[in-house]
């Protein structure tokens, strides 16, 4: 099993950043892939970015390319969201997964692993 558990959420004014934090523990070996999701109320749970945990391959979703920046400290068994230029539309409670399959994937069925979400709240 691997347990993930997300920080670093927050309110903050439209065009600011926060950083998000996902700390990974237990059977880390077998993961392959890490992601960050969100989920806005009333709406389904949307890929954000994602990247192999040993290797240099990063995907973003096309609402948060240029804005968004997913890295890792593998040392540390935490990935990272810096987001810079946030809008309204942001703001959803953010989710660290992490997967187990062969390759980076975008939907969030595909993910074993959750945290319990941090929420991020983007004032206009």
């Known amino acids: 099993q691997v347990q993930l558990v997300e920080s670093g959420g927050g309110l903050v004014q439209a065009g600011g950043s926060l950083r998000l934090s996902c700390a990974a523990s237990?059977?880390?070996?077998?993961?392959?892939?890490m992601a960050w999701f969100r989920q806005a109320p009333g709406k389904e749970r949307e890929f954000v970015a994602a990247l192999k945990w040993n290797g240099l391959t990063k995907y973003y979703s096309d609402s948060v390319k240029d804005r968004f920046t997913i890295s890792k400290d593998n040392a540390k068994n935490a990935v990272y969201l810096q987001m810079n230029s946030l809008k309204p539309e942001d703001a959803a409670v953010y989710y660290c997964a992490a997967d187990r399959s062969d390759r980076v994937r975008t939907t969030a069925n595909d993910y074993d692993f959750w945290g319990q979400g941090t929420q991020v709240t983007v004032s206009s």
């Open positions: 237990g059977r880390t070996f077998s993961v392959y892939a």
